[in-house]
């Protein structure tokens, strides 16, 4: 049984969503909440620190030691802690999902990404859906900052109306960049955006949008909780860059009875099956 579906989202915020591709809430997660992701965030972080090798949750920075620890993500927190799942499942969450998906939505993954001070990685510019491909592209990640997230830490950047453009090649010269750096146009940048956020804030982003972030300048780190849902009749064609027992569980509504599939030639990501590092891995080799 999934919980009820409860719309949150005015109809300006949807039409603000479908034109942009992206869409900013502030101040939306309860605080108790947010209280225990943080206090949870901070107990799985101290726990990686004594790690010497990543793990099936986390991936180390080839600088990693313990004592001096450099974590970049733990993937699929929703197995390490149901303050995850309640987040995830549970919560307002789930309906902003349903509200931009306009319909019955599922889980796909979760991931907490750490910036990493003083240097952490540049992402480069990307679409989720290319990564992880779909039957149909009615795909959303939401951001939820943990802590006060500015450009100058690194923080999330978009370029609204690219998810109308249809999916970009992640490809270069036979090889697998995951970025689209290569299609992106100075007219493009001028329109990229920061999102700014504080801990409560949401943003959202749709399946196809694209987006990146920028290094940490700062002497703070930079994390963020993400999970990615998708539409209920949105199917992979590829096995998951994150997999976690709670892939496809249903968070809103029912599940789909057909596929709906969206014509097109669709470029594959190499077979992720036997293991994925990260977008930080597979980015920094490319370069």
């Not at 993954?109 to 952490?120: D, E, M, V």
């Not at 749709?206 to 703070?220: F, R």
Request: glycine letters at 8%.
């Amino acid at each position: 049984m999934t919980t009820p579906h409860r719309p949150v989202l005015s109809q300006a915020q949807l039409a603000e969503y479908r034109s942009r591709g992206y869409l900013t809430l502030r101040g939306r997660l309860d605080r108790a909440l947010l209280q225990r992701l943080t206090d949870v965030t901070d107990r799985l972080w101290e726990a990686g620190c004594t790690l010497e090798t990543p793990t099936r949750h986390y991936d180390l920075d080839a600088e990693h030691r313990p004592g001096k620890p450099r974590i970049r993500r733990i993937s699929s927190p929703t197995e390490l802690d149901d303050v995850y799942v309640q987040a995830a499942f549970e919560s307002v969450l789930g309906d902003i999902a349903a509200d931009l998906v306009e319909g019955a939505v599922k889980f796909y993954h979760a991931k907490i990404n750490f910036k990493l001070p003083s240097g952490g990685a540049e992402i480069g510019w990307h679409q989720d859906w290319p990564v992880f491909p779909h039957t149909n592209a009615n795909l959303v990640a939401l951001s939820v900052p943990l802590n006060p997230s500015r450009a100058g830490n690194g923080c999330l950047r978009t370029i609204p109306g690219t998810h109308r453009q249809g999916p970009r090649s992640h490809w270069a010269a036979g090889k697998y960049v995951l970025n689209c750096n290569a299609s992106v146009t100075a007219d493009e940048l001028a329109l990229a955006e920061d999102s700014e956020l504080d801990p409560g804030d949401i943003v959202a982003h749709h399946g196809l949008t694209v987006h990146g972030s920028g290094p940490n300048l700062s002497d703070a780190m930079r994390t963020t909780l993400i999970i990615q849902y998708a539409a209920a009749d949105a199917f992979a064609y590829t096995a998951p860059v994150i997999d976690s027992r709670h892939r496809n569980h249903m968070v809103r509504g029912q599940p789909a009875t057909h596929a709906r599939v969206e014509a097109g030639s669709i470029e594959l990501p190499p077979d992720f099956s036997a293991g994925y590092s990260s977008i930080y891995s597979l980015q920094g080799k490319a370069s």
